[in-house]
């Protein structure tokens, strides 16, 4: 590739001249068709994740903790399930699959004297808008009512606090219980989470709702949707770059300036007319092959840092571009996201042709390999039944690297840490 080395457009001059825009078109175009066509002949390769980080992934958590499930009145998950089943379907699914995961799991103890973990099963995200948005406004009285009921049924959390019990918390700012980050910044992490794991699917740097023990997960997406749209192996990756979603939420920011603090509003207004970006708002029944048939899938921020299309990009070997600054990614210990994804700033997204377009072919066909490595893809997933090295035994991986427990986590006599009246009026109501 001829035009590797030099750089697409010199910053330092005010006007590129023309020929170097014509030079840069035709550098453009070049990469794209050169990996279109050799996409087809590599991408059937994989190569192992090297060093610990491949051995964390292909871990085995059996034998390693003892988890206790505890009992719940049907009234904080089956029960909301009963009454909108689109909670099985949606981003934030992981809270109920995980309870079915841990009720015949081998980690499962029926002796809770024995147990390294405790969990609390409730599905706070299964509230859902008539266009199946979930609401979390209740979800802090569901969190408080549950604690309070196996604080005063069983004697494991009082002489902790939580500090050996965890919690699923999957919403946009997880523990924070709200979708817009102005907002979950303000409640800040529920009081009596503050001593729990959280297992949450929202993760970023130096973050009022990122605890710092707080196990990162994937957000939920159906894999026997996902396995019913693989094309063969050898189909050519035509499309340079592919996002379908929103650019402005019309109905919450119009002007874009807020929501997704503007990067996409950026992807769009720059990017619109760039025939190597096929970007839209339109989702077709294609979405899923068109992602296999990509080189590289935009997973801008939206409210929150992440979105579905993070894990479906990974499953599809598509190269995720990762717009997000400070993102905390999923299993960070065991997955190479540095490795297999492209990371763009995000005032950087003017420049994201330029980029896309600089980036090595040898690199990128490295990145490709490491994608079909199908360890890597079980990791994203939450499959029915569970299967080895899947999402919900990377979350044992990471409870069980937590082990053994410091004894300072265990209270003396008398002793309390967390205030349960702190927090807003409302949270305080009987639910």
Not at 97 to 106: G, I, K, N
Not at 161 to 179: I, N, S
Not at 334 to 353: M, R, S
Request: with cysteine; charged share 20%; aromatic share 12%.
């Amino acid at each position: 590739m001829p035009c590797l080395p030099s750089p697409l457009w010199n910053p330092t001059l005010q006007t590129p001249p023309s020929d170097m825009m014509n030079r840069s078109s035709l550098c453009a175009l070049l990469l794209f068709l050169f990996f279109a066509a050799s996409s087809a002949e590599h991408n059937v390769r994989t190569e192992r994740i090297s060093g610990s980080a491949g051995d964390v992934l292909e871990d085995n958590p059996v034998g390693k903790l003892k988890v206790y499930v505890y009992e719940l009145p049907s009234k904080y998950n089956k029960k909301l399930l009963q009454k909108d089943p689109r909670c099985l379907t949606h981003m934030f699914a992981a809270e109920i699959f995980m309870h079915r995961f841990l009720l015949s799991s081998p980690v499962r103890t029926r002796n809770p004297d024995e147990a390294d973990w405790f969990y609390t099963p409730i599905y706070p995200t299964c509230d859902l808008t008539p266009t199946g948005l979930p609401l979390p406004f209740k979800s802090p009285r569901m969190m408080r009512s549950a604690i309070q009921l196996i604080s005063s049924n069983w004697p494991y959390w009082n002489r902790t606090e939580g500090a050996d019990h965890f919690f699923v918390v999957p919403h946009d700012f997880g523990a924070c219980f709200h979708y817009q980050e102005e907002k979950a910044i303000e409640r800040g992490i529920l009081p009596l989470l503050q001593r729990a794991t959280l297992v949450q699917t929202f993760g970023q740097r130096n973050h009022v709702c990122l605890d710092q023990g707080s196990i990162t997960i994937p957000p939920f997406a159906p894999p026997q949707k996902m396995q019913a749209h693989l094309i063969p192996p050898d189909v050519p990756r035509s499309i340079f770059v592919y996002f379908r979603g929103l650019f402005y939420d019309v109905n919450n920011d119009p002007e874009g300036g807020y929501y997704a603090r503007g990067a996409r509003a950026a992807v769009w207004e720059n990017f619109k007319n760039n025939p190597l970006f096929d970007i839209s708002t339109d989702h077709p029944t294609t979405y899923y092959e068109d992602m296999q048939r990509s080189i590289f899938c935009l997973c801008p921020l939206g409210w929150a840092p992440w979105s579905p299309r993070l894990v479906e990009a990974v499953v599809f070997g598509c190269i995720p571009v990762i717009i997000a600054d400070d993102i905390v990614l999923p299993f960070a210990d065991a997955i190479p996201w540095e490795e297999i994804g492209v990371f763009v700033g995000e005032k950087d997204v003017p420049e994201l042709d330029t980029i896309l377009t600089s980036i090595p072919t040898e690199v990128i066909l490295r990145k490709q390999r490491l994608l079909a490595n199908p360890s890597m893809k079980q990791a994203m997933l939450f499959p029915q039944p569970a299967q080895p090295g899947d999402a919900f035994h990377q979350i044992l991986n990471g409870l069980a690297r937590k082990l053994p427990h410091d004894r300072s986590i265990y209270l003396k006599a008398g002793e309390k840490v967390l205030n349960w009246t702190a927090g807003p009026v409302g949270d305080l109501k009987p639910w």
